[in-house]
């Protein structure tokens, strides 16, 4: 088992359905550009109001952020076998279907966070001071009591990362169901940085339905993947991005 300690502040956040950030199946379809873009989301549907009338919305650009003295929390992931690829029709993502006490958490507290899911985007959707990465992963985690919190890290040009090239070697071209990749384990402490330092705030699920009370820990060093990685996902999906939303008079916090 892996263990990467860090600090942050963690911010009370609504239950949200396991569906919407483990398995996510949509009803009515939406897309990231045209007829059914970002712009439009929260006219598709009823249940994607929040889209458009929801006031805690991501991504965000970060910037301003208040340093302040925040509470620890740690990562303890392990391997597991890549059971649950797949490619569903925006991007690439890993499930997690762990036993009941399994799996790999987040730690807060005395609370355990549970890895639901992991999935790409190109380029990153959180920006820096108006700086965009050319990819981000996202890490999304729920508690027993439905709360979610969701890790960015941000993925730069340079050394190719193993863990990810495990996921491409069996990446799904096309749309599809789960895919069990025999005899590959997955360890997703591949995809976390050493260094501690973060951003935290309060925002949304980054596709419909939008749901808000998510906490988004966005960690500030990158991982390096290679050029070769980024493009291979990119001519999957050039452009799988939400647009940057309005901050709405909340406050980015940071670690010290």
Not at 43 to 52: V, W
Not at 117 to 142: A, C, R, S
Request: hydrophobic share 35%; charged share 20%.
């Amino acid at each position: 088992m892996t263990r990467h300690s860090f600090a942050i502040a963690f911010l009370c956040c609504m239950a949200i359905p396991v569906a919407e950030t483990a398995k996510a199946q949509w009803k009515t379809p939406w897309s990231y550009e045209g007829a059914r873009g970002p712009d439009r989301w929260g006219n598709l549907d009823p249940d994607y109001a929040a889209c458009k009338a929801g006031k805690e919305q991501s991504p965000i650009d970060i910037r301003d952020a208040v340093k302040a003295d925040l509470p620890p929390i740690r990562f303890e992931y392990q391997s597991s076998p890549l059971k649950y690829l797949i490619n569903n029709g925006y991007t690439v993502r890993v499930n997690c279907h762990d036993a009941p006490g399994s799996g790999s958490f987040l730690i807060v507290g005395d609370t355990r966070y549970h890895l639901t899911q992991f999935h790409f985007h190109h380029p990153g959707e959180e920006t820096i001071d108006g700086k965009t990465y050319p990819m981000e992963v996202h890490l999304m985690h729920q508690s027993s009591d439905g709360k979610i919190a969701g890790v960015v890290v941000f993925l730069e040009a340079g050394d190719a990362n193993a863990t990810v090239q495990q996921i491409w070697d069996h990446m799904p071209m096309t749309k599809g169901g789960e895919e069990e990749i025999p005899g590959v384990e997955v360890n997703p402490a591949g995809l976390l940085p050493g260094n501690p330092g973060y951003y935290v705030y309060r925002g949304s699920i980054t596709a419909p339905p939008c749901t808000e009370g998510v906490t988004w820990i966005v960690l500030k060093t990158p991982v390096t993947v290679s050029a070769g990685q980024i493009e291979a996902f990119a001519k999957l999906y050039p452009h799988d991005v939400r647009p940057i939303q309005p901050l709405n008079g909340r406050t980015v916090k940071q670690s010290r």
